[in-house]
């Protein structure tokens, strides 16, 4: 069956500190990932998304994420957080007619 | 609007009650979305439509949960005999395309938060 795991349910950092995010999916067929950002009292938003090709995927607002096959993982980085990047992260996987199984959700506290 | 759209933004629901969810995508979106969000979890896929046809409503928790998407554009999401256990966010989202694998995004709605008492 299809999964996603977040390792970390909540995250709190200091302004300018590095962020990695761990997502690990379980899926049997062709992979597209993504990265979704909900910032507090708004809709889902796309960060991010991976179908194919270079595994390292460039997102909005200075976020990136590295597809690595052998370990089933899609994490998302950025090198220095910004007090306005506080808001939950979801992880998805995409199947077939575009149904997305997400994880329960990362959320991100950054202090000023 | 040129989001997802939907409506009530919050529900306050009897046991037992019936309610009913309304979600306008974006103009021209052939594919719709529905989802169940509950506190502290990541959103669980209930359903989904291709312009007019429910192609696939494997997610729906109970047959207590019907959806329809009449002329394929508004969609009402409707939960019959309401039971605390159906307290969540229910999210809308749509997409330009029929298959995600074209790349199209699915953009969300705001959700609908349902609370059952």
């Known amino acids: 069956a299809q999964s996603v795991s977040q390792h970390n349910h909540h995250v709190i950092l200091s302004e300018a500190a590095s962020l990695e995010l761990g997502c690990n999916y379980s899926?049997?067929?062709?992979?597209?990932l993504f990265w979704y950002v909900q910032y507090p009292g708004q809709h889902l938003q796309l960060l991010l998304k991976?179908?194919?090709?270079?595994?390292l995927v460039k997102g909005i607002k200075g976020f990136e994420a590295e597809f690595i096959k052998s370990k089933f993982s899609f994490n998302l980085r950025k090198p220095s957080v910004q007090w306005s990047d506080t808001a939950e992260y979801f992880c998805a996987v995409g199947s077939t007619l575009g149904r997305l199984y997400f994880g329960r959700g990362t959320q991100l506290t950054v202090w000023p | 609007g040129a989001g997802v759209s939907q409506s009530p933004r919050y529900k306050v629901a009897k046991r037992g009650q019936d309610v009913a969810l309304r979600c306008d995508p974006i103009s021209g979106h052939v594919s719709l979305f529905w989802y169940q969000q509950a506190l502290g979890q990541g959103p669980e896929f209930l359903t989904y439509f291709q312009n007019e046809a429910q192609l696939d409503k494997s997610g729906l928790p109970s047959d207590r949960f019907f959806a329809e998407r009449p002329e394929g554009s508004v969609s009402t999401l409707k939960i019959q005999r309401t039971q605390q256990e159906d307290s969540a966010v229910y999210l809308c989202?749509?997409?330009?395309?029929?298959?995600?694998?074209?790349?199209?995004?699915?953009?969300f709605g705001e959700g609908s938060w349902l609370t059952v008492v």
């Open positions: 989202a749509s997409s330009p395309d029929r298959f995600i694998d074209s790349g199209n995004t699915i953009y």
């Open positions: 991976y179908f194919s090709g270079d595994p």
């Open positions: 899926y049997g067929g062709t992979v597209n």
